[in-house]
């Protein structure tokens, strides 16, 4: 295996550093602050390609391999984790699904804006009472008069509150199951779509988390994704895409801590030394760095077989090896980090405790490392089998 990254890739990586310490990370406390969407942020990324990376030219993305996106979400959460989140979400849980499985016309109509950061984009699953449960899903969409008519509400909607385009699942016939599910893309302003309560959150505040809500919803026909009873396969597949780039949002969250740690240990002198060379702050630099190093390698790996084809059986695995382990990896890394800190970690003049609370979501979202272990297992015994 050639761990040496291309010469696009790593122009890309040098890019959305020089992007996100020059230009995230000195906002990034005025945005968990104030909870502001930050859309000159979101407009520059768009003009740097970063809201279309791996989608074809032809439908106005970049073109580039799904590596090079992972690349990209890490370098971005390094300077701001909910501007991570916010590409993340709009690159593979809006734009994925439409490019996968949408008809030509649907590609042509909304890949382009959407690529270009003119148009946000969203997915919805989530239900109050269907989280990890997605056949649990209770948002009906009937098929009367020639539209498709749905009901329901969706929450913890990431860019909910700011999305042109939302793609979202629904029961399309009872009591089958995820057999009965469907997926649908549903623009703003349709009649019968609003947003509903935007969520107060522990970290990741500058990204916009709310409900949908579906109230007589009516929407063309045309606007089934893929066929009807598809829905449960297309969310599966969005979502072990989506896993890559939680796993790469959650790096660069654990090396953003681990940066600060270590120049704060160099800097804090205890007992007439900095605590840089006090053997407990050693260790826990050193399994800050191993662990981080690995959760790379398993998230790079990930996105490498991601871009190798569409087949999920392909990835699946691999995506939740990496969005398990890099997500709890962040969390022991920012742990670690403002253990370092000491007080001042706990205090809002520096950027640990940040970093601590806008990592916890990643071991939560886009499925819990409860469910990430169920399909690793599931994976593994059938290999056995």
């Known amino acids: 295996m050639d761990f040496n990254l291309s010469e696009e890739q790593q122009m890309v990586k040098d890019m959305c550093r020089k992007f996100a310490e020059n230009e995230l990370a000195p906002k990034a406390e005025h945005y968990d602050r104030t909870h502001e969407f930050p859309w000159e942020h979101v407009k520059k990324l768009g003009e740097m390609g970063m809201m279309g990376v791996v989608y074809p030219e032809e439908y106005g993305g970049s073109g580039m391999d799904y590596l090079t996106y992972a690349i990209a979400v890490e370098e971005i959460s390094r300077g701001c984790a909910s501007t ?85 699942l629904a029961v399309t016939e009872k009591g089958i199951g995820h057999k009965g599910l469907s997926m649908f893309i549903v623009e703003k302003g349709t009649p019968g779509f609003s947003v509903g309560k935007t969520e107060d959150k522990l970290g990741i505040c500058a990204s916009s988390t709310t409900e949908l809500v579906f109230e007589n919803c009516e929407i063309p026909e045309e606007n089934i994704l893929g066929k009807k009873g598809d829905g449960f396969k297309i969310a599966m597949h969005t979502l072990d895409g989506g896993r890559v780039g939680i796993a790469a949002q959650a790096l660069g969250i654990a090396q953003a801590a681990m940066d600060a740690a270590v120049k704060y240990s160099l800097e804090r002198v205890q007992f007439n030394q900095p605590i840089a060379r006090q053997q407990a702050i050693q260790w826990m630099i050193a399994d800050m760095a191993t662990e981080i190093q690995a959760a790379r390698l398993l998230t790079y790996q990930a996105a490498m077989l991601i871009g190798s084809g569409p087949d999920r059986r392909r990835y699946s695995k691999n995506a939740a090896m990496a969005k398990l382990f890099a997500s709890e990896t962040s969390h022991r890394a920012t742990h670690k980090a403002l253990q370092i800190f000491g007080g001042y970690g706990y205090i809002k003049d520096y950027p640990a405790e940040r970093f601590y609370r806008d990592s916890r979501i990643t071991e939560i979202y886009e499925g819990t490392s409860e469910i990430q272990r169920l399909v690793i297992a599931s994976n593994v015994l059938s290999e056995y089998q």
Do not use: M, R
């Not at 016309?105 to 984009?121: A, D, F, M, N, T």
């Not at 997915?123 to 209770?138: L, M, Q, W, Y």
């Open 84 to 168: 991570g989140v916010i590409v993340s979400a709009h690159n593979s849980l809006c734009l994925s699904p439409i490019y996968y499985f949408g008809t030509e016309e649907q590609k042509k109509k909304y890949l382009p804006k959407l690529c270009s950061g003119e148009w946000i984009g969203c997915f919805g699953i989530t239900e109050p009472n269907a989280g990890s449960d997605a056949a649990g899903t209770k948002t009906v969409a009937e098929f009367k008069n020639g539209k498709w008519v749905l009901n329901g509400t969706k929450n913890f909607i990431t860019n909910g509150g700011v999305a042109n385009v939302a793609v979202v």
